[in-house]
């Protein structure tokens, strides 16, 4: 019997390999929707605290961006160095034609910081428009259009 359960205890730590495997690629990703690729990847690089990697994903298409770099990530980069312990997705909005807007927290160990993303179809593809922070969830929840 001890024989043929071993084939399914490699099974199953297979699976759980897999599984965290998937969960690093998307951390924040909420299970019950598709994912968007651009605010994936984003969340992820702010959940590492690699904030210099989060706002070039967040203002591809800002002008004057680099000018902008220190008032707006700043912040999280003196507060929030190492990053944060944990990440959840609490609001996806997808409206057609493409609109795409994400309300996400993450845990800085003293509190939430939420983080909201606004994208749409540019070019044939999800891209992030506007982006914003703060500890007030509140905050986060009031720019949802």
């Not at 969340?43 to 706002?55: R, V």
């Not at 909201?116 to 905050?139: C, N, R, W």
Request: net charge negative; aromatic share 10%.
């Amino acid at each position: 019997m001890r024989r043929a359960l071993r084939p399914l205890f490699g099974l199953a730590a297979a699976l759980a390999t897999a599984t965290t495997a998937l969960a690093q690629d998307a951390p924040c990703e909420n299970a019950q929707t598709d994912a968007v690729p651009a605010f994936e990847a984003a969340k992820s690089a702010m959940l590492q605290g690699d904030y210099e990697t989060f706002y070039k994903l967040s203002t591809p298409h800002v002008p004057d961006a680099e000018s902008r770099k220190p008032q707006l990530i700043g912040p999280l980069q003196s507060a929030l160095p190492g990053g944060f312990k944990s990440c959840w997705t609490v609001v996806e909005r997808f409206e057609e034609p493409g609109l795409y807007q994400d309300v996400t927290f993450f845990d800085s160990g003293a509190g939430p910081v939420g983080l909201y993303l606004l994208g749409a179809v540019y070019k044939g593809e999800i891209t992030i428009m506007h982006f914003a922070y703060s500890q007030v969830p509140s905050d986060m929840l009031d720019n949802l259009k």
